[in-house]
């Protein structure tokens, strides 16, 4: 067949295909997930698809619904929808993605709807369709994502984390790089999480990576993508994590780890928003958010000529501290009480207290891994546990007897490291501020000199 043949036959084969979608329509709209209503003006339902039951919980024959009035098929809870369809029969604009609540059985749903006008061959309004689907999943899910990460979900009282509330309150609506420094455990990533969730850039893609787990190849592979052929075993295109994170959020982790090489390339993202794939020479333009986390002094290696000192000061445009549990062990009972009511939920049982003894123990214990370990610990606690409060014999072994003076006991000098460990700790409560630990003491602030001086202690 030429094609003038071809061309001749068009419009009938576009009518014969027309016809057959008028035959299917109702086949085709219920075959669809979100929920259609068809009205006319004087709101007699014309078409209801079966998702639209579904939705409104409703049975029954075509017969049940067509002819009747909306109002009187879905109740008044269903009355909403005559509002809607009224708004726009009367202003004649349609309404996009109009979020509303309809009540089903005594739960609320969230539904997202969509309306617009029916009109007949000479133009003129007959009725109104509208196009509905229920959100309630995604609501919850996104209301629980935004409980988790919101900056209230930080717990504690502590001065130093009243402060790093306050910074990430001025930080999150900002576009500007963000380095948190922190020991392991001290909950790096939940801050990160928390500054992506309350930004303007909520609604797109946070997107982790851990910087130490990645030898120099993968990592840049990972942040910069490749093309197939850029180096054995790269048998297809991979798209890179900053391309992911494209209009979002992009988070690394251990960023002290990265090599000089990932430096540069890191840097030039950073200054100019752009890059290449590996193997490729096509620059590819982004606009990403960048937070990075580490255990390490940043500074430390820029002195040693680790780290280059053009890449820090662009990532700790905004420096985030986060203390040590050490540092606020008044937030010790607020966690536990936290952890506690954690574990009651997923574990289903009914743990209601810490005893003193058990309390005692965890306020004296040193932490190195931070609230990550104190986690664990509530953990193992709920494990081994069968009654209503949570006991010393519950925890492990290890930090049993792990106060001050179990510490300094294996010491050549244990008099000396208990002073020592003592003075440490109260610097340590007091944010450094010599005065206040000096009373705390209840020594003067020469003598507390000379006590850090004799035992080595520096800030």
Same mark, same amino acid.
């Given at each position: ?36 209503? @068809? ?27 067509? *002819? ?7 109740? %008044? ?93 001025? @930080? ?6 963000? #380095? ?9 990533? #939940?801050?990160? *999480?928390? &500054? %992506? ?52 959020? #992009? ?50 290696? @820029? ?36 952890? &506690? ?24 214990? *040193? ?31 290890? &930090? ?6 179990? *510490? ?19 610097? %340590? ?25 004799? #035992?080595?202690?520096?800030?």
């Amino acid at each position: 067949m030429n094609t003038m043949e071809t061309n001749k036959n068009a419009p009938a084969e576009a009518e014969k295909v027309h016809k057959y979608l008028d035959i299917n329509s109702a086949t085709i709209l219920n075959s669809i997930a979100d929920g259609v209503l @068809v009205i006319d003006l004087n709101y007699n339902l014309l078409f209801v698809n079966r998702a639209a039951k579904e939705i409104f919980g409703k049975v029954g024959s075509d017969d049940f619904f067509i *002819n009747k009035k909306c109002d009187k098929v879905f109740g %008044h809870s269903g009355c909403v929808f005559n509002c809607l369809i009224n708004t726009t029969i009367k202003t004649g604009e349609h309404l996009y993605n109009h979020e509303t609540t309809f009540e089903r059985g005594g739960k609320k749903l969230v539904l997202s709807i969509n309306t617009a006008l029916l009109r007949d061959e000479n133009n003129r309004v007959i009725g109104g369709i509208e196009i509905f689907r229920d959100i309630s999943l995604i609501k919850d899910l996104k209301e629980k994502l935004q409980g988790r990460y919101s900056f209230e979900n930080i717990i504690g009282r502590n001065h130093r984390i009243h402060e790093v509330f306050e910074l990430l309150q001025e @930080v999150a609506p900002t576009k500007a790089t963000v #380095l948190i420094e922190g020991e392991t455990g001290t909950g790096k990533e #939940l801050i990160a *999480n928390a &500054i %992506h969730h309350n930004s303007p850039r909520s609604s797109r893609a946070f997107v982790k990576v851990n910087c130490a787990a990645l030898s120099e190849g993968l990592l840049e592979s990972e942040l910069f993508g490749h093309v197939k052929g850029a180096f054995t075993g790269a048998i297809v295109d991979r798209t890179g994590r900053f391309e992911l994170a494209n209009g979002g959020t #992009l988070f690394l982790d251990e960023i002290g780890d990265i090599t000089p090489h990932t430096q540069v390339k890191l840097l030039r993202v950073l200054q100019e928003g752009e890059f290449e794939r590996v193997g490729s020479a096509k620059t590819i333009k982004v606009d990403v958010r960048v937070i990075t986390a580490t255990n390490k002094d940043l500074k430390a290696a @820029v002195e040693q000529g680790r780290f280059r000192e053009d890449l820090y000061y662009r990532l700790k445009v905004v420096p985030v501290r986060l203390p040590s549990l050490r540092e606020r062990r008044d937030d010790i009972p607020l966690l536990v009480k936290h952890f &506690i009511e954690k574990f009651n939920k997923e574990m289903g049982v009914k743990v209601k207290d810490i005893s003193p003894a058990a309390m005692e123990i965890l306020m004296e214990y *040193n932490y190195p891994g931070n609230i990550r370990e104190l986690e664990h610990i509530i953990e193992h606690a709920f494990i081994r546990c069968s009654g209503e409060t949570l006991g010393p014999e519950h925890f492990p072994k290890d &930090i049993k007897n792990t106060g001050i003076i179990s *510490n300094v006991l294996d010491d050549p000098e244990p008099l000396k490291a208990l002073e020592r460990e003592m003075i440490r700790q109260v610097l %340590h409560e007091t944010d450094w501020r010599y005065s206040e630990c000096a009373r705390k003491l209840k020594v003067s602030r020469t003598t507390l000199w000379r006590k850090m001086k004799d #035992l080595g202690i520096r800030k």
